[in-house]
């Protein structure tokens, strides 16, 4: 089944642990895309990438890191957690064309105290 | 600057009734792409449509309908006869080829049976 596989679901964490949450796809996508999800705001982007160690930053990037060694998976990396960063976190990916929109990821949950 | 603004908050309607919900972009690119994403209670987020700046032609499929207008920078979508399944959040999105991509704050659906 083709889909993108984000963990974990649920994480409670404390301020300043480092926390690394998984995205992979199977179905060959080039784009790979970070979103958080907060009230009132939509998604917003945190990080992009084109393809493998091509990635740039998306309009909220601050507090969070990203790599693309493998085309499958873009790993999120929150080096220094703090409750700000307390959100529903989306990782999603697309053909290089974005023709038939993105596929998500369903969603990680986060909460840092 | 890229923008999304999808003005309405929340919308209730009762079954059976038709319904709009508004998307207004802004883009100076004459090259991009306009989506619309649902998000039931169940959180995932589902893909229903792309449109490229090219084609302004409307897009009618089942109950949904799309209107395009490059004119008043519009990408409207219309439910006819809601359902209560059709009960959601729903997202517009722009992507203007500079592989951001935009959301806007979405439109929270409730069709009361």
């Known amino acids: 089944e083709a889909q993108v596989t984000q963990n974990p679901r649920y994480l409670i964490t404390v301020t300043g642990k480092k926390l690394t949450v998984t995205c992979s796809q199977n179905?060959?996508?080039?784009?790979m895309s970070w979103y958080r999800q907060d009230p009132g705001l939509g998604l917003r982007q945190i990080y992009y990438?084109?393809?493998?160690?091509?990635?740039d930053k998306g309009d909220v990037p601050e507090g969070y890191k990203v790599s693309r060694k493998e085309k499958r998976n873009f790993p999120l990396i929150l080096e220094s957690p703090s409750p700000n960063q307390t959100s529903l976190y989306f990782c999603?990916?697309?053909?290089?064309?974005?023709?038939?929109?993105?596929?998500f990821g369903s969603g990680t949950r986060l909460t840092v105290v | 600057a890229q923008k999304v603004t999808q003005a309405q908050t929340e919308i209730s309607v009762v079954e059976k009734e038709d319904v709009t919900l508004d998307c207004v972009y802004e883009?100076?690119?004459?090259?991009?792409?306009l989506f619309w994403y649902k998000q039931p209670p169940s959180g995932e987020l589902v893909f229903l449509i792309r449109?490229?700046?090219?084609?302004?032609q409307n897009e009618i499929s089942g109950r949904y309908s799309w209107n395009f207008q490059k004119s008043t920078s519009s990408f409207n979508f219309t439910i006819t006869a809601s359902q209560v399944v059709d009960s959601a959040v729903y997202f517009c999105?722009?992507?203007?080829?500079?592989?951001?991509?935009?959301f806007g704050t979405g439109t929270r659906l409730k069709v009361l049976a």
């Open positions: 999105a722009l992507d203007s080829g500079t592989y951001k991509y935009i």
């Open positions: 990438s084109m393809n493998v160690e091509v990635t």
């Open positions: 449109r490229n700046s090219f084609d302004e």
């Open positions: 179905m060959n996508h080039e784009y």
């Open positions: 999603a990916s697309s053909f290089k064309d974005r023709f038939y929109g993105y596929t």
């Open positions: 883009t100076r690119d004459t090259t991009y792409y």
